[in-house]
């Protein structure tokens, strides 16, 4: 059966996924973004939870309205959504600090891989 391009857009599965890679591309850039903007003044954790945040609102918003269509009320689904994303705040955290003070990798380079890492841990 062949798909034409409207039934692959309508697919929720395939945006799942097409979005999934827009918030890993926005997650890495906002990163390295911010650290090239104020690694100067502010330490690479610092900038790390606020790369998170910036990210994590930017992933909600595409979820809700272009992979879920959801119209159900906004705040409890943000809420619900930003504290799931705690755990990987988590691990990115601890990931960065390890692999920057102890195995000494730049923290752009370390962020893009933990960004990987959770990605193909959470699919």
Not at 71 to 77: D, G, K, Y
Request: hydrophobic share 60%.
């Amino acid at each position: 059966m062949k798909m034409n391009y409207l039934q692959i857009l309508n697919n929720q599965q395939f945006r799942f996924l097409a979005i999934g890679g827009w918030n890993t591309l926005v997650g890495c850039g906002v990163f390295a973004f911010l650290y090239y903007l104020f690694s100067g003044v502010m330490h690479y954790l610092v900038i790390a939870m606020l790369s998170h945040v910036v990210a994590v609102f930017n992933s909600w918003l595409a979820y809700r309205w272009i992979v879920f269509h959801s119209h159900n009320p906004w705040f409890p689904e943000y809420l619900r959504f930003n504290l799931s994303s705690l755990i990987v705040l988590g691990f990115n955290i601890f990931g960065l600090w390890v692999m920057v003070d102890f195995l000494g990798f730049h923290p752009v380079i370390s962020q893009v891989v933990l960004i990987v890492l959770v990605v193909i841990f959470s699919y």
